[in-house]
T-cell receptor, first 113, second 113 residues
């Protein structure tokens, strides 16, 4: 069984500030981990994924995430927020042999000019 | 490639009416999924089809039925719509066995009055 906890349903940052969105997971098998982004009135788009290769994963739009097995975490970061980063972000976990993704409840990111 | 397409984009129903949401993918994926998205709840799996000819219940299947018409198409049916089924519905697909990355459609916004 897998589960995901995203800390903070809303996060606000100033333009140019660091973005940090937190995700903790539990999984009974080695996990695959994903971050998706959803812009208003759109579907979900993959930002990045961890599939047991490098623990630091780089994604689109300058985002990256680090897999930390000891902390069961997969936090999403971006060094400098841009207004266009305002969106909702979802962390998800799956495992080898599973057909399903389990999603967190999402974190809405606001960027303040 | 169109990716994952969904029809309709918007729908308003009265309580008790029925309707079918259509989903198609052109990526030769073998697994397909239906989710609903409600504020603060993240994405919850309704039904999925691991491969053509199979369907399985997800987290919230009550009030829904599905049909995997062929490898490309996976429809979701509401036999007797209820206001609690007001939601945004997303279809997704994946090439199962390849880290389970899912590709999402643009969604259907359904309102049941």
């Amino acid at each position: 069984a897998q589960s995901v906890t995203q800390l903070g349903s809303h996060v606000s940052v100033s333009e140019g500030a660091l973005v940090l969105l937190r995700c903790n997971y539990s999984s009974s098998v080695p996990p695959y981990l994903f971050w998706y982004v959803q812009y208003p009135n759109q579907g979900l788009q993959l930002l990045l994924k961890y599939t047991s290769a490098a623990t630091l994963v780089k994604g689109i739009n300058g985002f990256e995430a680090e897999f930390k097995k000891s902390e069961t975490s997969f936090h999403l970061t971006k060094p400098s927020a841009h207004m266009s980063d305002a969106a909702e972000y979802f962390c998800a976990v799956s495992g080898a042999g599973s057909y399903q993704l389990t999603f967190g409840k999402g974190t809405k990111l606001s960027v303040i000019p | 490639n169109a990716g994952v397409t969904q029809t309709p984009k918007f729908q308003v129903l009265k309580t008790g009416q029925s309707m079918t949401l259509q989903c198609a993918q052109d990526m030769n994926h073998n697994s397909m999924y239906w989710y609903r998205q409600d504020p603060g709840m993240g994405l919850r799996l309704i039904y999925y089809s691991a491969s053509e000819g199979t369907t399985d219940k997800g987290e919230v299947p009550n009030g829904y039925n599905v049909s995997r018409l062929n490898k490309r198409e996976f429809s979701l049916r509401l036999e007797s719509a209820a206001p609690s089924q007001t939601s945004v519905y997303f279809c997704a697909s994946t090439l199962a066995g390849l880290n389970n990355e899912q590709f999402f459609g643009p969604g259907t916004r359904l309102t049941v009055l």
